[in-house]
């Protein structure tokens, strides 16, 4: 008998074909496996390696032994007359064709049902061409008329992290965060904010009723995967009228910044094709840049570019993403996009004040200079400068032109139009800034913030009817503290309300920020309760915002002066001294936070009755105010020096200027200055009274 007749007599031949077959579907299920557990990627290799050594012991396992009726035997040792193989061999042809069923199943679901509900898949019922890129990534390329879309507006759903490991949620939120960055390079496409898209992060919600909730036409959704070396990306393009797919795509390649980056630059691609057309020549250099070939740099920045990226204004997100940013820049020194947020987060620390050093300003201005030496003309660079201007020089009208290129360069960024609206109503230009957090809100809707800045500018601009309108509406919505906040301000400077506005401010949320605190602080103050001024300060919220950029010495000189009203007069000096040293000992300096803190300064020289001084460091601190730009902290100042010139006897001029301050945005409110006990020393002028009376104020009822 030749061997080829002997390895068909003992089936030899007959156990590789189906331990082949029965392996490669072994191998199906394993990856399903390991993909849906987020098991590394070693376990799948190490299967697959034990399944190749397997075969060659199988096929001598099977060229020694013989299946007997009595049982497994040494070939050897078997009658050929008695042998079985025959028998063997057909049990065999049954289990091949079973499993070439199974095969042939796996197949169809794979080509038909996954490609319809699953990632990568897209709608029969739209026309589409197929090729394939030479990465091997199947491109279904839409045939649709994007003129057949409602608009060019797209919300993209955050990216499900398919890895299922929570180490590395930060990366998948990072490629949903820089595939907007890369949308937003794209002019006439109206794109969701990430802020408003975190709400439907593991939605139930269908396509159609995202759509309808964010009034877009469009929907990109897909996940993330990280395994070993590998990443791979899937995305689906949906058209919410027809909740069919324009366009859908998987990605599996290296995982390297250069194949990150062009997957997400494809992406961005399709979505222009489908929804607007083609992408201009300047459009497709700017969503091919590479920010960082370093993948271990780019991981540090999205750490802590997720950090700043919180929705509460707080401390903790600078001081947290300082030091993943710091990381980045080391791994890369190259890497503008990093350097910019840094000297975003150094900006921050000088502004908010837990860090006010010349060190600090120094890191801000290293990293300003290196990202505009490493970008000059990008969007990075632009943001860098805006953020210094900004925060460390006080230059807004220069930070508002940074912020004007970073807009041409990002129109679709939503970040950079709230950044607009801060230094326009910091330049005094109300309406234009109210009108930029408006169109914020547009494009993200679910941004809390956006809504709260505008009513703020609102409260600054005494337009208390929209305060309260807007409010209303917004505050079913949303439940932001500071939003809630400026309506407490707006029913006390629309009709002096305190009993409502205490009814309204003990049911919000304590916070420990500006607007809480302020009004924590002014609201006992109008009520003329002397002991809760002095009691607020031992408050968590309230003591923890002591000593920070606006607040020096308020504990200090407030407790002081409460403790005048209630007739103690020697707690009240120990308070204004204390005040006193504090203040007189900060570093002098040329921005309206120095000269905020003069008139603090000022106004406790004349709670001690120390006029010539007190007028001495007012006029001080508003040549400050006056050679900068700050029409919000001017206005603030302005309001100290009228009030420390009417202390001072210098009633004329303080009379004049209180009448400038009550029309001016940011200044004096009639009803807050009606309830202050602080002015009480100038209601004997019946000038002062009339100036000042609410016109609402009904005499017989007050």
Do not use: C
């Not at 607009?420 to 914020?440: I, P, T």
């Not at 009228?642 to 009448?659: N, P």
């Amino acid at each position: 008998m030749s061997f080829f007749e002997e390895l068909k007599r003992r089936n030899i031949i007959k156990v590789t074909i189906a331990y082949v077959v029965v392996g490669w579907l072994m191998s199906q299920v394993a990856e399903f496996a390991t993909e849906n557990f987020g098991a590394p990627e070693w376990v799948l290799k190490t299967f697959v390696v034990f399944l190749l050594l397997g075969l060659p012991l199988v096929l001598i396992f099977t060229w020694a032994f013989e299946m007997t009726p009595e049982g497994l035997k040494r070939e050897k040792d078997v009658d050929r007359s008695l042998s079985i193989t025959h028998k063997t061999g057909r049990k065999l042809d049954f289990t091949i064709i079973g499993v070439l069923l199974l095969v042939a199943a796996y197949f169809i679901y794979e080509s038909r049902f996954a490609s319809q509900k699953g990632p990568g898949s897209i709608s029969g019922d739209t026309a589409q061409s197929a090729v394939r890129d030479g990465s091997g990534n199947l491109n279904l390329t839409p045939t649709v008329n994007p003129a057949l879309l409602k608009d060019n507006s797209i919300a993209v759903l955050p990216f499900a992290n398919r890895s299922r490991l929570e180490d590395d949620e930060f990366f998948t939120d990072g490629i949903h965060d820089d595939l907007l960055t890369q949308l937003a390079k794209i002019r006439d496409l109206k794109v969701i904010s990430r802020t408003s898209m975190m709400k439907y992060k593991d939605t139930q919600l269908s396509i159609p009723e995202i759509g309808k909730e964010l009034g877009v036409s469009t929907i990109l959704e897909g996940g993330v995967q990280r395994a070993g070396k590998r990443i791979r990306i899937n995305a689906q393009l949906i058209d919410v009228a027809t909740d069919q797919h324009l366009w859908a795509e998987t990605f599996d390649r290296e995982m390297t910044m250069e194949n990150i980056f062009d997957i997400q630059s494809e992406i961005t691609r399709q979505i222009v094709s489908a929804v607007r057309g083609e992408l201009t020549e300047a459009e497709s250099l700017a969503i091919n840049e590479l920010p960082t070939a370093n993948l271990k740099a780019y991981e540090a920045f999205l750490k802590a570019r997720l950090s700043v990226n919180n929705p509460n204004y707080a401390m903790e997100n600078f001081i947290n993403a300082q030091p993943w940013a710091e990381i980045a820049v080391q791994l890369d020194p190259q890497f503008a996009e990093a350097w910019s947020l840094l000297a975003r987060i150094h900006g921050m620390a000088i502004w908010i004040g837990y860090d006010n050093t010349d060190e600090r300003h120094q890191l801000a201005k290293k990293a300003v200079d290196m990202t505009t030496l490493l970008a000059p003309e990008s969007p990075s660079s632009w943001l860098a400068q805006a953020a210094y201007f900004y925060r460390v020089e006080e230059d807004f009208s220069s930070s508002l032109q940074a912020l004007q290129k970073a807009h041409d360069a990002l129109p679709g960024n939503v970040e950079i139009l709230g950044l607009m609206a801060l230094a326009q109503r910091r330049l005094g230009l109300w309406e234009d800034s109210v009108n930029n957090f408006l169109k914020e809100l547009e494009l993200d809707p679910e941004n809390s913030a956006s809504a709260t800045r505008a009513i703020g500018t609102l409260t600054m601009m005494h337009d208390w009817e929209r305060v309260l309108s807007l409010g209303a509406q917004w505050s079913n919505k949303f439940s932001n503290t500071d939003l809630k906040v400026h309506m407490v301000a707006a029913l006390i400077g629309q009709s002096g309300d305190l009993a409502s506005a205490r009814k309204a401010f003990n049911e919000i949320t304590p916070v420990a920020g500006s607007t809480y605190v302020d009004m924590a602080v002014f609201l006992p103050t109008w009520e003329r309760d002397y002991q809760a001024i002095i009691d607020i300060w031992n408050r968590p919220e309230v003591a923890a915002m002591a000593g920070l950029n606006g607040y020096t010495a308020w504990q200090e000189s407030s407790r002081g002066f409460a403790y005048l009203q209630l007739g103690e007069a020697e707690k009240a000096k120990e308070q204004l001294d204390r005040a006193v040293e504090i203040l007189t000992n900060l570093k002098p300096d040329s921005n309206s936070r120095y000269a905020y803190d003069l008139g603090n300064l000022a106004w406790v020289y004349a709670l001690q009755g120390d006029h010539k001084q007190a007028l001495e460091i007012s006029e001080k601190a508003m040549a400050i105010s006056r050679a900068g730009s700050d029409q919000i902290d001017g206005a603030y100042i302005a309001g100290f020096h009228a009030q420390i010139l009417g202390m001072t006897g210098h009633r004329d001029e303080a009379l004049a200027e209180i009448e400038r301050l009550l029309e001016t945005p940011a200044g004096l409110v009639r009803w807050n200055m009606y309830l202050d006990p602080a002015w009480d020393f100038f209601r004997d002028d019946e000038r002062f009274n009339e100036l000042i009376k609410p016109l609402n104020l009904e005499d017989e009822n007050r």
